[in-house]
């Protein structure tokens, strides 16, 4: 709990009492929270290093890329990710949803047609619409808590919609599903057949377990170049609070475009001074913090699902090929949807995130965070599991 009170003290979203208050609607302090997709991980030292050498120059004004940063970024896409890409090709923004959203602005005008996949992370949609687009949702197969992409109903819908855009997102958030190559082929055809654009989400790429493989889709460029990589490794080192993201794009007329709407809004921009310190740090010292926080998410993964199997099993976990994000469903509870947030949120006093978060209205689930301690995790496993049983034996 050290590192919790620590997080606390540093204004960190997750644990903050008035964030708690104003989503969820909990006063008390006494909640275990594992909602929002960070760690609770501290960065190491080593890497921490780089932004104390910074600071030692007390230099401030405006900045451009720093070479030192520059050769560490390309080298990272091209050690860690296989990505062999050149700077003239990358837009930097504060974040990802931000650059999501200069780009549908960029390729889109209102009313044009956007289609995505659910569930999804929530803010894509939201954004999407808060644009005036024209959002087609296209439910997820759901083959035994695994989510498959429908392409019969992606070409329909794409068709028939008059879509312009279609947006995925790989790894997935919820559920961390990695779409294989051969699903992402399939994908790309379609929106090649249509001449849709493909905007792709893969700020989650760097936390993939061993035993999958995951394809960027930079892999299809002599295939099909009218898509757009979104990206960062916010989720890779915890670093969302530095905000910096950055997008992809081998299409230089629409880089062009995107390059003009982010010269509109003023924030055509490189990295501030401190992300790049800092992630240049990550990039050259990260190696093994990737290695210790990708074990500790899949021990604490495995435990939690053998643990909830055991004591509630009418909760069924996704298998999960990435990320720190298990969806679980709860729909043999028979438990409904609001019903459960009052469960899970105010008796059992852990806080999750439930599928209406992620444009999934007509399912029965939870996402939760377990990139934290695992004795907090068996604390919330054992929580929910006894509020559960609790409810169950009230309802007979």
Known sequence: MENIQKRIECSQVRWDKGECRKKFGIEKEDHICLWIADSDLPLDEKINKYLENRIKYPYYGYTTLDK??????????????????????????????????????????????????TPIYGPLFQVSEALQRR???????????????????????????????????????????VWERSELEKLVEICKKYNVYIISDEIHCDLVYEGKAFTSMLEFEKTYNRFIVLTSVNKTFNIAGVQVGWGIVKNKEIL??????????????????????????????????IKESMNLYKTNYDWLKNYLNENANELTVMEMDSTF??????????????EMK??????????????????????????????????????????ICNVINEYKGMEK
Not at 161 to 173: C, M, T
Not at 275 to 286: D, I, P, S, T, V
Request: proline share 3%; charged share 30%; net charge neutral.
């Open 68 to 117: 030192k940063f520059e050769e560490s970024f390309l080298d990272y896409h091209k050690k860690h990710r296989n990505q062999t890409i050149k700077m003239e090709e990358v837009f930097f923004t504060p974040g990802t949803v931000v650059s999501f959203s200069h780009v549908v602005r960029a390729i889109s005008k209102k009313q044009d047609g956007i289609a995505m996949c």
């Open 325 to 338: 994000l298990p969806y679980i469903c709860f729909k043999r509870t028979g438990i409904s949807l609001e």
């Open 135 to 177: 959002v087609e949702k296209i439910p997820l197969l759901n083959k035994n808590e695994r989510f498959y992409l429908d392409f019969e109903k992606i070409e329909e819908t794409i068709k028939q919609k008059d879509i312009k855009i279609f947006v995925i997102v790989n790894p997935l958030n919820p559920s961390g599903r």
């Open 342 to 383: 009052d469960v899970l949120w105010n008796k059992a006093k852990v806080i999750v995130q439930f599928n209406d978060d992620f444009v999934d209205g007509g399912c029965t689930y939870f996402r939760i965070n377990v990139a934290t301690d695992f004795k907090i995790i068996q604390e919330a496993a054992k929580r």
């Open 256 to 289: 062009e475009l995107i390059n003009i709407k982010l010269d509109q809004s003023h924030i055509k921009c490189v990295p501030n001074i401190f992300a790049q310190a800092l992630m240049e740090g990550c990039f050259k010292e990260g190696d093994d913090f």
